[in-house]
């Protein structure tokens, strides 16, 4: 019997409420210590991102050029559309408390 609408252990998580859950995309290269940082990040959090490899994909880095207002280091992250930065800056938000409620937004739509 499940009385709660979502699971315990993605409680724990902070991340998944009912079916729903952010988006999370990021842009990496192949041989990148930073991207490799953000990755386990992600991971460890139990969170599922989208990854863009510009070693395979050369034409998504005028897209995240784009995206990110010009900053060219890897990796870039979004959640939910929204630019958080590299993974410095997720690895700040993180420990401000402030990337929990973004991963527990939904996305919109
Ligand atoms: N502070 C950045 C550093 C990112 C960084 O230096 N990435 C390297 C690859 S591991 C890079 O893009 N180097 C190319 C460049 O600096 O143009 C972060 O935390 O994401």
Not at 19 to 38: D, L, P, S
Not at 55 to 60: G, H, V
Not at 69 to 87: C, D, E, K, L, M
Request: proline share 5%; aromatic share 8%.
């Amino acid at each position: 019997m499940r009385i709660l609408p979502f699971s315990v252990g993605a409680v724990a998580r902070g991340i998944k409420w009912g079916n729903e859950m952010a988006t999370v995309e990021i842009y990496t290269t192949m041989f990148c210590g930073f991207c490799y940082r953000a990755k386990r990040l992600l991971t460890e959090k139990g969170v599922e991102f989208v990854e863009y490899d510009l070693d395979e994909q050369p034409a998504k880095r005028t897209e995240m050029l784009d995206r990110a207002a010009g900053r060219r280091t890897v990796p870039q992250i979004f959640i939910n559309g929204a630019h958080i930065g590299g993974s410095d800056d997720l690895a700040a938000l993180e420990a401000e408390g402030g990337l929990d409620p973004l991963l527990a937004a939904a996305a919109p739509g």
